[in-house]
């Protein structure tokens, strides 16, 4: 049995029992379990470069001990895809970004695609994240539903609506051909929003949840053997850091 | 149960018992299974725009009969992707090619990755694919070992050899960060080789199989009810085709 | 005297008559005559992927023989490029795709430049294909006049009009600088779209008709003693293709 | 019958009669005559951005006297392109660079192509040129043969050694498909080198003469009734300048 | 005591002294005093390619004159950037353009940014010097205010109304996040202008003068000892110019 | 009096008083003074992703204590930039972080340049800043001296050595016009450098100290009264962080 730790960088568990039942949606592999842990300290959503900064050293911490309690892999439950990058340098099992996760298959199944996103603020972060995983050629644009992270699951209908709303409006003004949700908190929205945009647009277009290709894409890591270069993440060098 | 067909663009069936064992070292997910099928006519490989062109209606053809039989999911096995986006436009499975799949892993797990290819003809279409996929800024190099397809298979130990010998200059003079083999008939030299040039270079280096990846994907996409975007790949209009 | 063979490749005689009149006003070289041919089989006009892979075996047949006639140089006379790479690598004569032709003119006489298409089915082959050959920096947009190819020559009028206004949109809200007619089925259209569309803007706008462009590039080719490289369209390899 | 002025951009006449003597045997189109002009002030040869700007004025002077007096095309006849832009703003008949010619046909006829550079005071304004014409993904490298402008036809020999030097060095090292002559000086060198690295290579290797594609193109358009766009080249505004 | 040279790059010393009382706000170095120097010659606005180049050359004689004469640095004081390179070639004391130092400052201080440009003219020379110098990811849209160089001075109240509204324009619809005036000529608007649209917006939206920037560059690099590469711009090679 | 805090990102008071000394060489504005304050905790110098990422908190924690303090600007002393896009959303004075600064120094001054590192493990976040800063297209190579930044202070003469093989290297195999130190701590190097490197070669090679480029920067943003725009920033919204 092979064990992947997902972890929530927000500083409360108040999510953990709603993701573990989302990913339960998710048709995984039935060779592997899953462990969600959120973190005891840092902020308590992350939307911007701040909240990335200041969540970063705790990511760290709860996935090197993950590694040390033999989990297989990691993954980074959150679109921004914070401290994903020092995870992969400090780790060697296979670490995974829902970001880059949701980037890689959205360019796989369309030519362009829009980011739906929470709040302003996460575009900066979010833009550099899309170019630097696929270059600038696939993004269409950043949408925001304008709704913060914090409310996402008190507004489920509101959430929809406004999912609903922009996900024509990148189609029709920004020329998108595929979505993909910017927050892995937007839980239950991917496969309805799927469903509902095809439908009126008449044309299949794909939802995706950054959350769920994570989650398939660390499997296959693990299954096959793989995992990110240490060539392009050199193991840090030992020094004292206090 | 699920069902995926694996479509090998070549006209003669020579491959397909040892693809068909090759796959069953990948760790594929229990709840599929897999079939194998190569072409009537065509080239006996795939090694150039031109064998492509010739071998692409005779791979629509599978793939159109696979998707009436109430296959689940298309892999077109070869790195160059031939008839790939005209499958994806004609069929609502979902459809993957062992090329984009394998750029795909490639770039998240190395920044800079190179191709080892199998003999020079075939750079021009795979600089092309890679380049379409993810952009311009990944592909390091594409290195030949100069051994034809159709000597691939008898060829085990010089192949060896020549892949080690490429992965090396890959590395050290390309600066390339991971590997991507550039053929999915060097059956068997993935996983050996990945374990030989990491210890070699002294630092973990993927060597990703690109067909493994493929299985990979096409697995999570049924799993998870995606596929192509209609409107990058919308459906072949109605007219008379002879 | 030269003789340059210029394939329509859909499987209909229809246009052959028609096309042949039109190049008569592209003021071609005396030196030179042409030929046009079209498919025994294949798609009877090309609007997608899946139409050009299907035509493609039977775009290189006639290509083949050209070359083994005698002719001196080959236009593949469709805006989507079918075959083209193909061709390239199989004949050493020169070979022109009409869509290359135009997208080189219109660089030439415009920073920014949109494709005025028949309809969507083809913009994902036709974004690929202009930024393959002059990069992302100099397309506008691709506009659709929303008419099938097999319509274009029964409505003459209508086509015109819907040319006229994609036109005008292509500039007022894509900022487009030149016009490239997506098409080389749009006959007598280029010359009068031109006119009048400077006109209207008050400055001059280049229309680029695709065939004419690629039939005054390959007269040079052929004079200059040009061809396309080698190196980048190696020969096919010997083998079985049945 | 059509008349071209082609430009000299040099302060000497020194060259006129061995360039009129090169055109004749591009095998133009015999509706069109050319008459070459050099310059009264100005720099003996183009070699950097200095020479560029202070050639600029007296080329346009040159430019817009052809115009008057009933010329229907000019080109600018070096590779740089000096002036290219402003007399594309000023007149109404067609300009062609030398520049971007030698550029796009090098394009059409290979993936990646080395520019044979006189010396090295050239590259900066070289590279920019290419890159602004057909983006970043084309050239090769820039190689020099390290003989100024003024001593190239006092050098055939020496020059045709060093070229086919670097020729060999841009395929092998650089990688380079295709080649072109940085320079419209190097008089008799194109078909000649062509014909000896084809045959080195052992594949067709097409070495472009950027004099002879601008005749060529500017032929091209004037028979098609094109010029650059109005929009991207606007006429100067009227005013005062002393 | 630094001395640094203004170039002002219009045939007519009008704009001299308001120029020079503009400086006086920039909080320059005590350390420093500047010259304001026009043309003798030239056009009297620089609002093309043509104007550029028809400057150039008297351009190249102040800064020439200037080196003679001691001083540490030159900029030349216009957004279009003419003759910069040629300078850059010839001196060697840092030349610095108003252009180039505009876009660096934009660029860092927002990622995306828009240029408020004067006429329509200018679009294009300013389009390809913004993507030369920081690459094609940072220009969200370059906006006219209709207003030609010659009556900016006597515009003030409608060239800031006109400059409000694009700027609104260019954050609203083209998503700029930072802003720079496209013309040296616009006086006495940076500042108030930033505080107007930051005050609208509600979000500080830094306008950047394209003068003051270079200044402060200017003189950096004369304190540091920095001066633009001799390889980048090599020395022009001896020979007659007349 | 402005007051700038140059914040050094490493858990060790050790370099504060050489650091200081250094900048004392840089000509600074008389209308300024500088304080230098380095961490608490952290670690003990920035050499990856992973020191990025455990540093950051504590950086941020020394921006904010500024801002409150009085402080006019702040510069992050690492070329590695690590919180200086956090520290833009949360701060409303100047932020400048040593590596943009020098790579924007670094792309005026040369259109290709080098950055010379201390050991391997920086180039991923080296590489990706750098494209970030200015794009793709200036970046000719990263060159490492193979010297932990522990050691750079008692190794000054290995150290100025291996500069300078690494400077010859950039320049000759990688055509490298401009060079930039990829680290603050290579104090009394650059100058040194530049003068060494430049009468090597025969030509002016800047060798930009990121360090002494951000104090210029941040020094004219102040005068100007400029700040990073608060759309590319936006202020982090209220929330728990714990």
Redesign the interface.
Same mark, same amino acid.
Request: charged share 25%; aromatic share 6%; hydrophobic share 35%.
């Given at each position: 049995m092979y064990k992947i730790k997902i972890i929530l960088p927000v500083?409360t568990d108040r999510y953990n029992e709603s993701v573990y039942k989302e990913i339960k949606g +998710?048709?995984l592999?039935? @060779?592997f379990e899953f462990e969600v842990e959120s973190l005891s300290?840092?902020?308590?959503?992350i939307?911007?470069?701040?909240?990335?900064?200041?969540a970063? $050293?705790h990511i760290?911490n709860v996935a090197e001990q993950a590694e040390t309690d033999g989990f297989h892999g990691v993954v980074v439950y959150c679109f921004d895809d914070p401290?994903v990058?020092?995870c992969?340098?400090?780790l *060697?099992i296979p670490v995974?970004g829902a970001g880059?996760?949701g980037v890689?298959?959205s360019?796989?199944?369309? !030519?362009?695609f829009s980011v739906l996103m929470t709040? !302003?603020?996460a575009i900066?972060?979010t @833009? *550099?994240m899309v *170019?630097?995983?696929?270059? $600038?050629?696939h993004l269409a644009s950043i949408r925001v539903v304008d709704i913060?992270v914090?409310k996402l699951d008190s507004s489920a209908d509101k959430l929809f609506e406004a999912l609903l709303a922009s996900a024509k409006d990148a189609?029709c003004q920004d020329h998108a051909?595929?979505l993909v949700l910017g927050c892995t908190g937007m839980l239950g929205m991917a496969?309805k929003l =799927?469903e509902e945009i095809?439908s009126d647009?008449g044309? +299949?277009?794909?939802v995706?949840?950054p959350g769920?290709?994570a989650l398939?894409?660390v =499997?296959?890591?693990v299954?096959?053997?793989? @995992?990110?270069?240490?060539?392009? +993440?050199?193991?840090?060098?030992d !020094?004292? @850091?206090?």
């Open positions: 500083a +998710f048709s592999d039935p @060779r300290h840092g902020p308590i959503s939307e911007c470069e701040y909240d990335c900064a200041i970063s $050293p760290i401290a990058k020092a992969k340098e400090k *060697e995974v880059e996760a890689h298959y360019t796989l199944l369309g !030519k362009k709040i !302003k603020n900066t972060v @833009r *550099e *170019e630097n995983t696929v270059g $600038p050629g913060p914090a189609i051909e595929a496969e =799927q095809s647009i044309a +299949f277009i794909p995706i949840s769920a290709t398939h894409l =499997q296959s890591l299954l096959l053997n793989y @995992r990110h270069s240490g060539l392009t +993440f050199m193991t840090p060098p !020094k004292i @850091r206090k």
